[in-house]
């Protein structure tokens, strides 16, 4: 059997991680009709199926999925040897990809881009906005930006940022027209903003007052997956919203909107950028996290 090229190896773990030939042939460079040639011609030469496709999608069969456990840490450890060179062009070079829910997502469009266009011009930071839950590796990024508690224990978590509390606003018009809730319970006759995540569920409030947790199920007649898009509505008299408290700032600040509940208020999260620790780390992300943490100082 003639041994696959390292170009096809390579495409067959972008195919397979990304299960698209379009996405995949994107990242390549390539058209999709030519990416799906390649992998069946390395099929044939294998001898076996490596992927099932439908008209819709693509993944990996159990042989390809045990090729692609073996080859993504062979060629993670390859660009790593090859990015290890980087500091004798004298210059960082390269690209980066960072998953992140909208709100981290514009606080590093907001202080740590700039700092990396300015000191790092020759890497590309590609910032891809989610607020889904992912496992980054899989999904081929190489770090991603999540609340600390909900960081797999073998990641490597960088502090990004203040902390985070999750908490109660309404507009000034709504609480003088329906009053405001001095307990969680009295929420329940409120009108409140519904949140819905991701995964269609809808997020419970949390709240904590001397020890003592509560978690209401809220909910009302509007409900939106989005918490600026929840932040307007709060400002626009339609209930009261929970939501991140760096959402809410500016028209907190503004007093667009006030906070209610304060005494119930969850103890505050950090987040933190995050990535595997079991591999070396690339000169272009060790040069974004440089930036961060030169930023917390």
Known sequence: MARPSLNDLTAFVTVATLRSFRRAADELGTAPSTLSHAMRALEERMGVRLLNRTTRSV????AG????????PAIATLDAALDSIATFRGRVAGSVRINAPRLAAALLVREVLPVMAERFPDVAVDLVVEGKLIDIVAAGFD?????????????VAVPFGGPVSFICVASPAYLERFGTPDTPDALRQHRCIGHRMPSGKFYRWEFERAGQELTIDAGGSVILDDEELMVEAAIGGLGIAYVASPAAETALAAGHLRQVLTAWAYPPEGIAIYYPGHRAVPPALRAFLDVVKALRK
């Open 143 to 155: 770090a991603g930006v999540r609340l600390v508690d909900s960081i797999p224990r073998d990641m």
């Open 65 to 72: 999925f045990e090729l692609l456990s073996r080859l993504q």
């Open 59 to 62: 993944a990996p069969t159990e």
